[in-house]
C-alpha cells in the first residue's frame, strides 16, 4: 500500500485551519520545551518532594505534614526571581507587584515571539495571531 492509496483524512479548507510555528513554556525542572521534553524522555521525576525540615521551614505546621492526606510534594519551577523587569519595562517596585505567574507568561510570549521562525511585519497572512494559556 502507498501513501496515495490512503483515504484522504482531511477534508478541504475550511478557513479555520491552523499551524502552530512556535512554541514556549516554563516548567517544573525545565526551563523550557526542549528541556521539558529531554526529562520525559529520559524519564526524569519533575515534581520536588520535600522532607519534614524543609516543610518546618517553609512554615507548614507538623498538624499538616503529618496528616495521612498531606503530600509532602509540589511542581516547582525554578528561577521565579530572575524576571528581567527593565527588559519588559517594569520597575523594579512594580514588577515585585506582579504575580509570579505573570511575569513568567511575559517571560514565555517573549521566548514564543524569538522562536516561531516567523516575523508579524513580514506577512501579510493572518499570521501573528498568538494563544496563551497559564
Not at 521551614?57 to 519551577?77: I, M, R
Not at 505573570?102 to 516575523?119: I, K, M
Request: hydrophobic fraction near 35%.
Amino acid at each position: 500500500m502507498s501513501v496515495s492509496d490512503l483515504p484522504e483524512t482531511h477534508p478541504s479548507p475550511t478557513g479555520w485551519d491552523i499551524a502552530i510555528i512556535g512554541m514556549a513554556g516554563r516548567f517544573p525542572g525545565s526551563r523550557n520545551l526542549d528541556e521539558f521534553w529531554q526529562n520525559l524522555r529520559d524519564g526524569k521525576e519533575l515534581i520536588s518532594f520535600f522532607t519534614e525540615e524543609e516543610l518546618k521551614a517553609a512554615g507548614v505546621s507538623p498538624s499538616e505534614y503529618k496528616s495521612p492526606h498531606y503530600v509532602p510534594a509540589a511542581p516547582v519551577l525554578d528561577d521565579i526571581e530572575l524576571f528581567d523587569a527593565d527588559f519588559f519595562g517594569y520597575s523594579p517596585l512594580e514588577a515585585k507587584a506582579i504575580d509570579p505567574q505573570q511575569r513568567f507568561l511575559l517571560e514565555c510570549a517573549w521566548g514564543h515571539w524569538n522562536t516561531r521562525g516567523t516575523s508579524p511585519k513580514s506577512t501579510r497572512s493572518r499570521s501573528g495571531r498568538s494563544w496563551a494559556r497559564a
